[in-house]
């Protein structure tokens, strides 16, 4: 599998607007600004969201009414932010498909995809019982609680892609190796 990931990032980099991106003197600056950007945006309103899930934050406010108004905005900053973290993927493929910071941060963002679904379908089949209460119920508040803690697992993991401590070059035990999709 990690020689298959390999090769397509390698095909990846040979194509010209993968260079072009990653060899440009402002394009990966701006695409990158932006994501950090758009990044804030989300987790913004992500924040605010999960705040009042938690029974933290506008208590006094419906929390149907919240998660409606920030919706819009956290949609735009989390779809602009997936184009350009595509394009800081494809603007250097080869190194960051062999990143063990990448590769948890896949498995931190199908993880937080799957909590966000979750906890959507629980809110709306449940928000009409609890909606204007003060503390949400405890599934709801646990939701709230898991969204943030991937969030900031894949920040984190986001911001250590840029270090090379467990680079495929580097001489690492056999297990790091295969979690970095190191291939000899």
Known sequence: MNELLLQFAEWLY?????R???ESFYLYNWIETTHVLTLAVFLGMLFFIDMRMLGYAMTNVPASRIADRLNI???IGFAVMIITG???YYAVPDRTTQSIWFRIKMVLLIAAGINAWLFHKRMKESVSTWDTDRKPPSRIRRGAAISLVLWAGVVITGRLIAYDWYDCYREMPALLNWAAGCVD
């Open 14 to 18: 040979a194509t010209g607007g993968s």
């Open 20 to 22: 072009g991106i990653h």
């Open 73 to 75: 905005p956290m949609l």
């Open 86 to 88: 595509l394009l800081l």
